[in-house]
């Protein structure tokens, strides 16, 4: 059998192969020692070919887990897996073969694009054909980000899990704080939902509970950071994020956290530059209005090209910790160093 969940939402993604590891281990192989994972930017066709048909002395089936194939940079290794496949009849096999890709997305009329980064571009020939072969088969699924609808009603499930209750107003301002990156938001749910939990004065979270429990979300100090920097107070700068290391917060939320802001900043000074006033630039951004006000007082104080800078090097170290090849924490204080 094959698997293939592909698109940007990696949370999703992460979550529906969890839930399938959790199934075989309950039905299938409850040690799980015949679930194999490989990442597939350094994976071999042997290492592959290795798995079909080698038997297990306790179990007759195995599950394998295989990621991001279309980062691998060996020559022809996506048209040697895409042959070897079809010749062998895969998915007729008695094991599971799960393959997931993050980084490919399907923009309609635009097609296929493949995410490197901040940049997007087409699929070459070699990946089209190995995305094709997947997506022909029975059990293929994608995965797209979640729009504010969709990421309101994922809140409030998830805060239904634990038996609480979340209104539309909260709702709106977890996201104003934490972003739309579905990662940040689970953690922040499971945070805020263990400290109401633990208080049990009732079941509904209000404000206080979301500005109370968030330690890992920037809030005001975010906004400090950036004052800091455009102030080229890189003293301060570092002494904030210090503050949010020791509050727990990880080096890689904390960039990504800096990314979006960022990424706002740029956003609210290009219309800034349109002479675009704040109702147009709420309406035009369909961003809460917390962020917005802020937003524009930030804003002005950076040019667009310093903006861009420490986007596009927020976007270098977080490409590079996700290949395991940097110290992330060292990395920032460089960035700061260097503005």
């Known amino acids: 059998m094959i698997i293939f969940f592909y698109g940007e939402n990696d949370f999703k ?14 039905e299938v192989d409850s040690s799980g020692n015949n679930i194999f994972k490989f990442e597939g930017e350094k994976i071999k066709l042997e290492e592959i070919s290795g798995q079909i048909g080698s038997g297990s002395l306790f179990c007759n089936k195995k599950m394998i887990i295989i990621s ?70 029975k059990f293929s699924q994608e995965f797209k980000t979640f729009n504010q609808t969709e990421l309101t009603d994922f809140i409030k499930k998830e805060f239904n899990n634990y038996g609480l209750k979340i209104d539309n107003k909260e709702t709106q301002l977890l996201l104003a704080l934490s972003g739309d990156n579905t990662w940040n938001i689970y953690t922040e749910i499971k945070k805020i939902a263990h400290f109401k939990l633990s208080q049990q004065p009732d079941n509904k979270i209000n404000s206080q509970d979301i500005e109370k429990m968030g330690s890992g979300i920037f809030t005001e100090n975010i906004f400090n950071f950036t004052d800091a ?7 301060s700068a570092l002494k904030i994020l210090e503050e949010q290391y020791s509050a727990g917060s990880e080096p890689d939320y904390i960039v990504s956290m ?47 090209k310093k903006i861009k800078k420490i986007i596009n090097e927020l976007a270098r170290i977080e490409k590079i910790n996700r290949q395991g090849q940097t110290n992330i924490k ?10």
């Open 68 to 137: 991001d194939l279309i980062k691998n940079k060996q020559k022809n290794i996506l048209n040697n897996i895409s042959e070897y496949i079809s010749k062998n009849k895969v998915e007729d096999s008695n094991d599971i073969f799960i393959f997931t890709e993050k980084n490919i997305k399907n923009k309609g009329a635009k097609g296929l694009l493949k995410i490197t980064g901040e940049r997007e571009s087409p699929l070459n020939k070699e990946e089209k054909d190995f995305y094709n072969i997947l997506t022909k088969q």
């Open 13 to 26: 993604i992460n979550q529906k192969v969890q839930e399938l590891q959790n199934k075989f281990i309950k």
């Open 258 to 304: 800096l990314l979006r802001q960022f990424k706002i900043l740029l956003q609210i000074r290009e219309l800034l530059d349109l002479n675009f006033n704040s109702q147009r630039i709420l309406a035009n951004l369909k961003l809460h209005p917390f962020v917005i006000n802020k937003g524009i007082n930030q804003a002005k104080n950076f040019e667009i």
């Open 330 to 339: 060292a990395n920032i204080n460089l960035l700061i160093s260097s503005l």
């Open 229 to 235: 920097i455009s102030a080229k107070n890189i003293k």
